[in-house]
């Protein structure tokens, strides 16, 4: 199984940017960023499908994250733009899906977390 090193959180105002940055350490089919803010449900953020060359992003994120794949499509970056204080969340990175769409919870492998907190 890969491993993953998150970084890239913090802290910022409400229309201000972030990017997340998600390192894994070999081949995965599947890259995803997924949130949990507290006392929610954790949510699938965006994905990028390895071999495909195609991403997925929740509704609530379309037009404001982007999310992309480089060096060797090992790395996976999330940039985050006109953030909301409902982006306040602690992110995950994932990796290695084993079935299902993008945005389950159906991944071997998660990050540790990196906080990102917006404020209004």
């Known amino acids: 199984l890969v491993q993953l090193v998150e970084s890239g959180g913090g802290s910022v105002q409400a229309g201000g940017s972030l990017r997340l940055s998600c390192a894994a350490s070999?081949?995965?089919?599947?890259l995803a960023w997924f949130r949990q803010a507290p006392g929610k449900e954790r949510e699938g953020v965006a994905a990028?499908?390895?071999?495909?060359?195609?991403?997925f992003y929740a509704d609530s994120v379309k037009g404001r994250f982007t999310i992309s794949q480089v060096d060797a499509k090992n790395t996976v970056y999330l940039q985050m733009n006109s953030l909301k204080p409902e982006d306040t969340a602690m992110y995950y990175c994932?990796?290695?899906?084993?079935?299902?769409?993008?945005?389950?919870?159906?991944?071997?492998?998660w990050g540790q977390g990196t906080q990102v907190t917006v404020s209004s």
């Open positions: 070999g081949y995965s089919n599947v």
């Open positions: 994932a990796a290695d899906l084993r079935r299902g769409s993008w945005n389950s919870d159906e991944y071997n492998v």
């Open positions: 990028s499908y390895t071999n495909r060359d195609s991403t």
